[in-house]
């Protein structure tokens, strides 16, 4: 165990059996190369079969990873977020910024009051009507990450614009988040078997790589994958 810093895997072939999650920032696995000679991460065995059960996410990539970077999803609410925005701004009105911090970042949420609803509707340009009859694990609202650049009085500035308006309809807050940072993997190869018949689209037993999720400021360089169901998902 280590609290930061470089773990080396040196040139050889190393078998992956179980996952593999790291939920500290600032950790880096390092090989020594991508190429046949130099660190291979082989991985014999899929997802389902590693977890002993199916999982849908198995096959899309929401879940599986033989490698995860992780952190934690949203935290506390630190104020909620008044009046209108427009997407591409860089400003937002909260009601009390006493706790808010600059150069810290934090998660903007919008809740909706039901799938389907004006903020769902505004995101997907009004053209979901049919398909929510089919989408059963959307949620009605969305949260992005801000990193703060500047705070006076109630008014704060967002390094990165608004990828959605703001409107008095939906309750929008700023929360802390768990995320973690300056992680990655860089400089080796992943295999998977290569003699395994293909499955149907969305029946994959989930031959994933690597995951980096509820993380910032990561990287994945360096690195080739053969043979995966999903290859990198973030």
Request: net charge positive; glycine share 12%; charged share 25%.
């Amino acid at each position: 165990s280590v609290d930061s810093g470089a773990i080396l895997l040196r040139r050889g072939r190393y078998i992956i059996d179980d996952f593999i999650t790291i939920r500290k920032s600032g950790i880096v696995l390092r090989g020594e190369g991508d190429a046949l000679g130099g660190t291979v991460l082989y991985v014999p065995r899929p997802a389902a079969e590693v977890a002993g059960k199916k999982d849908g996410g198995f096959a899309t990539g929401g879940s599986g990873q033989f490698i995860s970077f992780q952190g934690k999803w949203a935290g506390a609410e630190v104020t909620e977020v008044a009046g209108t925005a427009e997407r591409g701004t860089h400003t937002v009105t909260v009601d009390d910024a006493a706790n808010i911090k600059t150069g810290a970042f934090y998660l903007l949420q919008v809740k909706d009051d039901k799938l389907g609803g004006e903020f769902w509707q505004h995101l997907h340009a009004r053209k979901v009507r049919n398909w929510l009859k089919m989408v059963k694990w959307a949620d009605a609202g969305h949260a992005s990450l801000f990193k703060v650049v500047a705070v006076e009085g109630n008014q704060v500035t967002l390094r990165e614009p608004l990828r959605f308006d703001i409107r008095p309809p939906w309750r929008v807050s700023l929360k802390r988040h768990g995320n973690i940072s300056e992680c990655g993997i860089e400089s080796l190869r992943f295999e998977f078997p290569a003699d395994v018949q293909p499955a149907k689209h969305l029946r994959e037993p989930g031959y994933n790589a690597v995951r980096f999720k509820s993380a910032h400021d990561c990287w994945i360089k360096d690195v080739t994958i053969a043979n995966s169901d999903n290859g990198v998902t973030c």
